[in-house]
């Protein structure tokens, strides 16, 4: 079977192939062939590519060919062959040795077997060799070291074994990466000696074997050596005087048998991010300084003999996301951890006691995972949900402690057993009474965060309606009896029983004070729940034909839709008729309040007021500005690739497929790391009205030209790729879709404006004078013609959204830019 063509209709095949898209070609003759991700799917046929004679670029990833042609390996003036993440089988024919003039080969991601051929030898141009995520097998070839101008190796997760070709270390002067991460390969830290130019080196899930000294040179900054059979003391590293330490980003030895004392190099190595020595068989010590470490990211020091207090110092470390510190002998009190960024805390199975600081409480709800099991904490008062005390906090559910060391019962005496009760008793009791004190004190106490209006506690208990709610553009009423009555669903908090009064009473009885924007689907308002809970409420304003039932169970699904780059769905409310949906509060506001300077809320600049512009309101903006971001096409870039890969997911990663309706640069939000959040996806459908209402109601600007034609009744996924468009214009120029001054007065709007200039090849007049003049121009006008081909007026002519991130990722600036 040969080769189909899933997109054909991209192209003209009647054209002369030097116009097809991807095909660049030089006297007619074609140089580079670009068919990435196209769905191409079999044999490539024979008498095809093999007779493009001066081809010296192919790259055929991402799709799922399975084999070559015979006449393939004629192609003697490759230099660059990229066929990953395809389906290709069986062994790698000794053939590859004809490509002499080969630069890059990468054949990671398919299902290869068998050995890497020894004729792999002839290719003495390869600086870039990627055969990861195979099924190669036996040893590395002898061969390899003939390519003395590798500057990258990874021959990672293949089932290679043997030892490494003698002299290894020292064959390739320019190597600057090495990764044989989880193979079988065995060998000494002596295989790495020599490579003088090796920044990163990964070996992990290997059988390496002594001590780890000679691995430590010049000029590494990642060093992986996890998983292995490396052994000794550790001490044999702190006298490397020789390995400068403050190169090091990353480190991890965990999982060898390493022992002795910690090594007190650590406290030099200051740009540090990442360290973990988990499981190895260190001698007893104290917690090391490593409050000097402040980039710390991730500090794993999980079963290494730790004793001692877990020091308050540890708080310094601004910037730690995971701390697992669990299977020790830690002693003393849980300190009182001040970090922002933490998402992972593990101490478990450690001789930690007292009450765990409830400063740590109201953070883990929004950590990615927490564990407290095994110690003699004790936990009074808690909303965990029962699923969460049982992994998290393992013990007694119904009493304090809850997170009790099972050896430690075993200790006591049966006589105490009537005691234990009532001393439990008694400590549930204050503990209620003080959950009441504080309840009753904590309503009238304004947070400081935000100032709004509050009703007396007493009256919000016999709260009836309905209620009516006035915005600048519409009225909506809530037709609700009784406030208490009516639950909000908040689906990772289902035990903490919110009802429609605790939404009342988050946001001042939707006060316009609370207002932050009134868009297509209704006004969205800000609140704080009980606990500190921080959200953005959307009322579904204009109505729904779906039935509670029906509405509930969209919402419900939505709630399930997870995705780095989207804006989850945190809960909602079906209060009467009305359908309120409850996100997480984005402080850093969306893409049109930051690319056009606008207050949070602010939809269009005639609505910018300075006397309603709260200062709390104008600190997200503030903060994004303040470090330079908006003003890097780095930046800019990761929101407009974040936001392709939001839509991809909704397209092509759901089922059925979810269309947006709607994708503009209000719908792009900015969560507290500066990550795009797309939302308001999936909405459309709880609404449950006629598709052509969502044509009808487009947002002006982002509203394709099909939708201008009556018999035009369904968006498709095609209508949200011309939305996109229009957001990456926005993202390059810095201007508004419409009503905004552009150089040429005869057009109206952005995406005539910037698509007559590329037609031009003027591209750069376009684009935006905060980004201009930084090296990078050349990879803006692509991303315009990458808009350029968004919003072509046909959609059949418009590319998928898993292409345009493809298309994106291939002019990603460099991290160092």
């Given amino acids: 079977m040969g080769l189909s063509l899933n997109s054909s209709k991209n192209y003209n095949f009647s054209a002369h192939v030097c116009t097809w898209q991807g095909v660049f070609c030089e006297e007619d003759s074609v140089v580079k062939l670009v068919a990435s991700g196209l769905g191409l799917s079999g044999f490539i046929p024979d008498t095809s590519i093999g007779k493009l004679k001066k081809l010296e670029s192919l790259d055929l990833s991402n799709n799922k060919i ?17 066929l990953s993440n395809n389906l290709i089988s069986g062994a790698l024919p000794n053939n590859i040795g004809n490509f002499g003039l080969l630069e890059t080969l990468d054949l990671s991601m398919n299902n290869f077997s068998g050995e890497i051929p020894d004729t792999i030898s002839s290719l003495l141009s390869l600086q870039v060799l990627k055969l990861d995520g195979n099924h190669f097998e036996s040893s590395i070839p002898l061969g390899i070291l003939n390519c003395r101008s590798l500057v990258s190796i990874d021959l990672s997760s293949n089932q290679l074994n043997g030892s490494l070709p003698e002299g290894f270390g020292v064959a390739f002067p320019k190597l600057k990466s090495l990764n044989l991460a989880q193979n079988g390969i065995r060998g000494q830290d002596s295989d790495f000696s020599g490579m003088i130019s090796t920044k990163y080196l990964n070996i992990s899930g290997n059988r390496f074997q002594g001590s780890v000294f000679g691995v430590f040179q010049e000029p590494l900054e990642v060093i992986d050596l996890s998983k292995n059979q490396f052994e000794g003391h550790i001490s044999k ?16 030895l965990s999982e060898n048998q390493l022992s002795g004392d910690f090594f007190s190099n650590l406290i030099e190595a200051q740009n540090l991010k990442h360290l973990n020595l988990a499981h190895n068989q260190f001698y007893e010590h104290y917690f090391p300084e490593i409050r000097v470490i402040s980039g710390l990211e991730h500090l794993n020091l999980s079963e290494t003999d730790l004793v001692g207090h877990i020091p308050a110092e540890i708080s310094e470390l601004s910037c730690l996301k995971t ?78 402690p809850i997170a009790a060391n099972p050896d ?10 009537g005691l234990k009760l009532a001393l439990a008793l008694a400590i549930s009791l204050v503990c209620l009474l003080v959950g009441l004190l504080f309840l009753a004190f904590g309503c009238r106490r304004k947070t400081r965060m935000w100032a709004v209006k509050q009703d007396p506690c007493k009256e919000e208990q016999n709260i009836s309606g309905p209620f009516s709610f006035q915005t600048d553009s519409t009225t909506w009423v809530a037709d609700v009896k009784h406030a208490p009555s009516v639950p909000v669903v908040i689906f990772e908090k289902p035990l903490l029983n919110f009802t429609f009064a605790d939404l009342l009473s988050a946001t001042s009885h939707f006060d316009r004070d609370t207002l932050l924007a009134e868009g297509r689907f209704g006004p969205v308002y800000r609140g704080f729940l009980t606990g500190g809970i921080h959200v953005a409420v959307k009322v579904l304003v204009h109505g729904s034909t779906l039935t509670e039932q029906e509405a509930a169970r969209e919402l419900e699904l939505l709630g399930r839709i997870k995705h780095p780059n989207l804006l989850p769905l945190t809960g909602y409310c079906l209060a009467g008729d009305q359908r309120i949906a409850i996100y997480d509060y984005m402080e850093n506001g969306n893409l049109q309040n930051l690319l056009h300077d606008l207050p949070l809320g602010v939809q269009r600049t005639e609505d910018w007021s300075t006397d309603t512009w709260e200062e709390d309101d104008r600190e997200g903006i503030r903060n994004v500005k303040s470090d330079g971001s908006v003003t890097t096409w780095r930046f800019r870039h990761k929101i407009a690739l974040g936001t392709a890969r939001a839509l991809a997911f909704l397209h092509h990663g759901c089922s059925p497929p979810i269309i947006h309706r709607d994708v503009k640069a209000s719908s792009v939000y900015l969560d507290s790391n500066l990550e795009p959040r797309l939302s ?47 957001v990456l214009f926005e993202l390059i120029t810095g201007k508004k879709p419409i009503e905004d001054d552009y150089p040429d007065e005869r057009e109206r709007n952005l995406v005539a404006w910037v698509r007559g200039l590329v037609r031009k090849n003027q591209g750069s007049k376009a684009i935006d004078p905060k980004i201009r003049g930084t090296g990078q121009e050349s990879q803006m006008e692509e991303a315009l013609k990458i808009g350029y081909l968004c919003t072509a007026d046909l959609p059949s002519k418009r590319p998928s959204m898993q292409q345009v991130v493809g298309l994106l990722k291939d002019i990603e600036p460099d991290t160092n830019q």
């Fill in 408 to 417: 430690l019962f075993r200790k006591k005496a049966p006589q105490y057993r």
């Fill in 323 to 400: 701390l697992d510190l669990s299977k020790n002998r830690l002693s003393g009190e849980v300190p009182i951890f001040s970090i922002k960024s933490l998402l992972v805390l593990d101490v478990s199975y450690n001789n930690l006691s007292g009450e765990i600081p409830d400063s740590l409480l109201e953070k883990l709800p929004w950590m990615e995972r927490f564990n407290f099991s095994y110690n003699n904490l004790s936990l009074c008062a808690s909303e965990f949900s029962p699923q969460t005390l049982q992994s998290a906090f393992i013990g007694s559910l119904n009493s304090c």
């Fill in 237 to 252: 590293v702190q006298f490397n005087s020789s390995f400068n330490w403050s190169n090091l980003v990353y480190l991890d």
């Fill in 680 to 726: 308001d996806f999936g909405l459309a459908k709880v609404f449950g009205n006629d598709p052509r209402d969502d044509i009808m109601h487009g947002s002006p600007g982002y509203v394709p030209p099909e939708f201008l034609q009556p018999e035009v009744t369904t968006p498709t996924p095609k209508s949200d790729v011309y939305g996109f468009g229009v």
């Fill in 66 to 82: 399975t084999g070559f042609p015979s006449d393939f390996w004629s192609l003697g003036s490759l230099k660059f062959l990229n």
